[in-house]
């Protein structure tokens, strides 16, 4: 018997399951057309059910977008969005008149706590070569202490997130994008003040690995030992965690206080880890939403009703920051500005 792996669950559909700490988590890869000079897709819509359009049809959908891919604005509370871009850009415009431009390896960390209405849009700024997409995006809880907290979010750009690479004694090579959670001496920046992520005994780590066919890494025991929750999403490829197999699309939950080995099959595999202590609190969900009880999810509707949290400065629900020349960039509730101008968009 296995004793590192406790549990294998076959990927079926989006979202994937999670554990406390984690609400969500979903993967987005879309093979995007070339753009059609309005940030949207150089292709025919007809017969894409618009507004909620997620069956993936050519490979790409325009989720709930009507013109640009993406997501509109929408509310959030009690929560914290994570979002980390593999491939692509995305647009993110909110209630507070905070602004970004991200792609190429940035993760953006969202503090949603009291109440925020975001956008996340997906414009296809190549017109003359296709657009791919990747990102991941993980729901991240927060304490009772912290539901109501003021929002925030932060960049953690690409430039300044650890990539580390290792080699295998054959010479194969494994990638270890750190966006949370240190792995050795290597330190992400830091998520926002509020997160749950920000306490060092919760124990959060985010990773992203990419194995070449046959390598072998291991992942090192979680500090937090066995009160922390380990999960391995192998997404693409063959893997080998311990002493058992399994092929994408598969979730791994793992001992978190033991060493984890993995080695791949020979495509190669791409895994996720997410890693935490849980919270440990009851969890009322309800859409975009999430408290600790009944009471306090219709409190944030009727908050949502009278105040829109903020109400929405853009004149259109899915906002574009302008053409590829704007470049990578977050401009902050308080005015600051990151300007990411000598840095590619995608």
């Known amino acids: 018997m296995d004793e590192l792996v406790l549990e294998t669950v076959p990927l079926t559909g989006s979202p994937w399951p999670t554990i406390d700490?984690?609400?969500?988590?979903?993967?987005?890869?879309?093979?995007?057309?070339?753009?059609?000079?309005?940030?949207?897709?150089?292709?025919?819509?007809?017969?894409?059910?618009?507004?909620?359009?997620?069956?993936?049809v050519?490979?790409?959908?325009?989720?709930?977008?009507?013109?640009?891919?993406?997501?509109?604005?929408?509310?959030?509370?009690?929560?914290?969005?994570?979002?980390?871009?593999?491939?692509?850009?995305?647009d993110h415009s909110d209630s507070l008149g905070a602004a970004a431009r991200f792609g190429a390896g940035d993760t953006q960390w969202l503090t949603a706590g009291r109440g925020i209405v975001h956008s996340e849009m997906f414009p296809l700024l190549a017109?003359?070569?296709?657009?791919?997409?990747?990102?991941?995006?993980?729901?991240?809880?927060?304490?009772?202490?912290?539901?109501?907290?003021?929002?925030?979010?932060?960049?953690?750009?690409?430039?300044d997130v650890p990539v580390v690479t290792a080699r295998d004694a054959a010479g194969h090579a494994v990638t270890v994008t750190v966006v949370a959670g240190?792995?050795?001496?290597?330190?992400?920046p830091s998520p926002p003040p509020d997160s749950w992520a920000s306490r060092a005994d919760a124990d959060v780590a985010i990773w992203h690995l990419d194995l070449?066919?046959?390598?072998?890494?291991?992942?090192?025991?979680?500090?937090?030992?066995?009160?922390?929750?380990?999960?391995?999403y192998v997404y693409e490829g063959e893997a080998t965690i311990g002493d058992t197999t399994v092929a994408a699309p598969?979730?791994?939950?793992v001992r978190a206080g033991a060493d984890a080995p993995i080695t791949a099959g020979s495509e190669g595999a791409?895994?996720?880890?997410?890693?935490?202590?849980?919270?440990?609190?009851?969890?009322?969900?309800y859409g975009p939403f999430v408290m600790n009880d009944q009471d306090e999810i219709a409190r944030a509707f009727a908050d949502y009703r009278e105040t829109a949290f903020g109400g929405w400065p853009w004149a259109q629900d899915d906002p574009v920051h302008g053409a590829a020349t704007r470049g990578r960039f977050a401009r902050h509730a308080d005015g600051s500005e990151d300007s990411l101008v000598d840095e590619p968009v995608s």
């Open 212 to 232: 070449e066919g046959g390598a072998s890494w291991v992942a090192p025991a979680a500090r937090g030992g066995d009160s922390s929750v380990r999960v391995l």
């Open 270 to 285: 791409r895994v996720l880890l997410l890693q935490g202590r849980p919270i440990g609190e009851p969890v009322a969900q």
């Open 21 to 56: 700490p984690f609400l969500f988590c979903v993967h987005h890869d879309d093979t995007y057309p070339s753009g059609n000079g309005r940030f949207g897709p150089d292709a025919s819509l007809t017969g894409r059910e618009l507004g909620a359009d997620f069956a993936g």
């Open 127 to 159: 017109d003359d070569e296709p657009n791919p997409l990747e990102l991941f995006q993980i729901w991240v809880n927060l304490p009772a202490a912290s539901k109501l907290t003021d929002p925030h979010f932060s960049m953690l750009w690409a430039r």
């Open 182 to 188: 240190a792995l050795g001496n290597h330190v992400p």
């Open 58 to 90: 050519d490979g790409w959908r325009m989720y709930h977008g009507t013109e640009v891919p993406g997501f509109p604005q929408h509310p959030h509370r009690g929560f914290e969005t994570v979002t980390y871009v593999r491939r692509g850009v995305i």
């Open 250 to 253: 598969t979730a791994v939950v």
